[in-house]
């Protein structure tokens, strides 16, 4: 069966980066897309931009632009999100996604929280 | 880009009742590309409808999604305890994707 699983909960300064992965089973990992979303805590879902996981092109938000990079590794079928610059406001779960062909998403990882504090 | 407003934010209902859930689009999209998921607290959303009025696999009948322009609906033809949850909807027509704020489904 499909499975997305996350790296575990991170904790960080303002200012600090963190990459967070992804690593997809049961299904051939190239040939769809990744996308990540994340949820802040009490709040709604956002889109943060997604990954071709065959070419490794990307989309992202621009809300995120500048501080946001995705990355894949065909060998492990994982993929990175690399977010930047941490804000207090960052703080929140992030979660990856597989979309099966228009962009919905049918199987999502079980979500990474990452805490922004001082 | 496009805003997705749901309505009602919180419903309270029984077991046994039907519920209608609406989201609004800030300007009209293919009925092809707007989704809905179910969450409940601590897990991952779990999608439910896709092309507006799609079941994905395994969602039981009483789930059904209708809609197209800017006025979409799920309902829920008879509430079983474990569908008190929050919905949300999803627009994929056009990035940035946006999901609505989201619907609160309450016991009553």
């Known amino acids: 069966q499909v499975q997305l699983v996350q790296s575990g909960t991170e904790v960080k300064k303002p200012g600090a980066s963190v990459k967070v992965s992804c690593k997809a089973s049961?299904?051939?990992?190239?040939?769809?897309?990744l996308h990540w979303v994340r949820q802040a805590p009490g709040q709604g879902l956002q889109w943060m931009g997604w990954i071709n996981a065959g070419d490794g092109d990307t989309e992202y938000s621009q809300r995120f632009q500048g501080r946001i990079t995705f990355t894949r590794e065909t060998s492990t079928s994982t993929v990175y999100m690399e977010l930047r610059s941490l804000r207090f406001e960052d703080t929140a779960v992030y979660y990856c996604?597989?979309?099966?062909?228009?962009?919905?998403?049918?199987?999502w990882g079980q979500g990474t929280l990452v805490t922004v504090s001082s | 880009e496009i805003v997705l407003t749901q309505s009602p934010g919180t419903l309270s209902l029984s077991p046994g009742e039907r519920a209608t859930l609406s989201c609004r689009a800030s300007?009209?999209?293919?009925?092809?590309?707007l989704a809905w998921y179910q969450q409940k607290p601590g897990q991952a959303p779990r999608l439910l409808i896709y092309?507006?009025?799609r079941r994905a696999t395994g969602i039981p009948d009483r789930f059904s999604g209708s809609g197209s322009g800017t006025d979409f609906t799920l309902t829920i033809s008879r509430l079983e305890p474990e569908d008190f949850a929050t919905y949300y909807c999803q627009q994929y027509t056009r990035t940035p994707y946006t999901f609505g704020q989201g619907t609160k489904l309450e016991i009553k």
């Open positions: 049961g299904y051939t990992f190239t040939n769809y897309g």
């Open positions: 300007q009209s999209i293919s009925s092809t590309y």
């Open positions: 996604a597989r979309a099966p062909g228009l962009d919905w998403y049918d199987n």
């Open positions: 092309g507006a009025s």
